[in-house]
């Protein structure tokens, strides 16, 4: 049964003396019937078209919005994982709340103010956003917590390098209001950062040694200290520069962790098991979901329903009952055999999923899926600072695909795959068919897309009806 909470807040100053004036009711109204026609036109879920049109309607409609939620709202943002955490989040807090959330990974700021016209009778909005996008959707509806996860090197092309990313955050969590909550990832020396000098911050992070890499990854991003320059000597790295970091030369080291994952247990392609530590106690937590970047993802979820009002035993339950979201470790049946599809989009995320594919055994078949769309980043030079070579002494056969299969080939190829392993094909309903072709009966076939293709391969396989279309998530 949810309940309604109230929270006290008081109308976006801006707002005047109603929270949504008759103007914004028309606007709104208008952008809700464009999200209908689209839907019904089959040209998408509506997902950020009547977000877009209310955008340039008025911008303020998307503080009116917010602002009529009576249990505020809660934002997760990350280079990567954020569609993970906040479906963990999801999963969680649901019992406890109706929810607005943009669940089909519309993360702009159209996509957050398509989800806050599509919340009718929610209490509270628990909204993903993109990195770049934070800042303006911080200001606008001015969350009750914000958890922030990690910043990766990742399309250099549209976000600049990460100190740029950085420093706007910087900026937004200053003017955040001191009332709200805001939750770190204390693994990463610029996320953590945030949180100094800040009351009530929650910093997260892993605390097993026996799961550290055996030295700092060479693609790995922040090696040195941001106070004094120094390089950071790491005690454990587990995924890319996250870890247990200090500069000896000042003194800047990972703070104290509220929430902590240690005696993790990793099971192959099927789960990761930890134990959950907490201010508030802690739990045994089985995750449905392999690797250690699913346990940094299942931190992140349960440090912010924590702040939320959740209960361990709520946060338990919520994470070990969670599905994978669309394209990120999802399983698709087809009819005899499946597809194992990771998304996949700049080094740490990429290597983390072959670091996974490799410790669980898999695959014979793979694959790999290059686009170089916006939403991609332009920029494809990132592959060749994935460790791919582990996973291409494992495969018999590999399948590259996408707009820039040749360049992606001629990566593989460098990589030391044998051209008669090796086949090209650009279309990329083609590629799948052909990776389905060589896996055996009941076989499994791993497909590595980038963002587009990731989208493409779903529509697909929706289209084949494998899977429902991502945007028709059941969020009750």
């Not at 934002?75 to 994982?81: D, E, K």
């Not at 959740?310 to 470790?329: D, K, N, P, W, Y």
């Not at 695959?363 to 290059?370: I, R």
């Not at 279309?469 to 009750?476: D, F, H, K, N």
């Amino acid at each position: 049964m949810c309940k309604t909470v109230r929270t006290g807040r008081t109308p976006h100053p801006s707002l005047g003396s109603e929270a949504v004036s008759a103007r914004i009711a028309v606007e709104t109204l208008a952008a809700r019937a464009v999200g209908r026609l689209s839907r019904a036109a089959g040209r998408g879920g509506g997902t950020t078209l009547p977000g877009k049109l209310l955008w340039k309607l008025d911008p303020g409609a998307v503080d009116a919005l917010a602002a009529e939620l009576p249990a505020g709202t809660a934002l997760v943002s990350a280079t990567n994982g954020k569609t993970t955490t906040s479906a963990m989040a999801a999963s969680i807090l649901r019992s406890r709340y109706r929810l607005a959330w943009n669940h089909s990974g519309a993360n702009l700021a159209s996509g957050v103010a398509s989800t806050l016209l599509s919340a009718r009778d929610a209490e509270l909005g628990l909204l993903e956003v993109d990195e770049f996008a934070l800042p303006e959707v911080m200001r606008r509806v001015r969350p009750r917590a914000v958890a922030l996860g990690n910043l990766f090197r990742d399309q250099l092309d549209r976000y600049g390098e990460l100190e740029h990313v950085a420093e706007r955050w910087r900026g937004a969590v200053a003017a955040l209001d001191p009332a709200a909550t805001l939750v770190v990832g204390a693994d990463d020396p610029l996320v953590g950062d945030l949180a100094a000098g800040r009351a009530g911050a929650v910093r997260y992070g892993i605390d097993d040694p026996r799961r550290a890499r055996p030295s700092l990854q060479h693609a790995a991003d922040s090696k040195y200290c941001l106070r004094c320059g120094a390089p950071y000597r790491y005690a454990a790295a587990y995924v890319g520069h996250l870890g247990d970091y200090r500069c000896d030369a000042c003194g800047h080291a990972r703070p104290p962790l509220d929430v902590a994952a240690r005696a993790i247990e990793l099971h192959g392609l099927e789960a990761a098991s930890f134990r959950l530590e907490t201010e508030a106690g802690s739990t045994q937590v089985r995750l449905p979901l392999p690797g250690l970047y699913n346990v940094y993802n299942a931190l992140a979820a349960a440090s912010l329903s924590l702040v939320l009002g959740a209960s361990l035993e709520e946060v338990r339950a919520g994470l070990e009952g969670f599905t994978a979201a669309f394209g990120r470790f999802e399983r698709i049946d087809a009819r005899g055999r499946r597809i194992l599809m990771l998304l996949v989009k700049n080094p740490a995320g990429a290597n983390e999923a072959v670091r996974t594919l490799v410790e669980g055994g898999r695959p014979e078949v793979l694959v790999l899926a290059l686009n170089d769309a916006i939403a991609d980043g332009r920029d494809v030079s990132w592959i060749w600072d994935v460790d791919l070579e582990p996973l291409l002494e494992r495969a018999q056969r590999v399948v590259a695909s996408g707009d820039r299969a040749a360049e992606l080939a001629l990566r593989l190829v460098y990589g030391g795959l044998d051209r008669d392993r090796l086949e090209v094909v650009p279309d990329l309903g083609e590629a799948l068919d052909r990776g389905l072709e060589l896996v055996e009966p009941d076989g499994e076939l791993a497909v590595l897309p980038t963002y587009t293709a990731m989208l493409r391969l779903r529509a697909i396989a929706a289209e084949r009806g494998l899977v429902r279309p991502y945007w028709e998530r059941a969020t009750a």
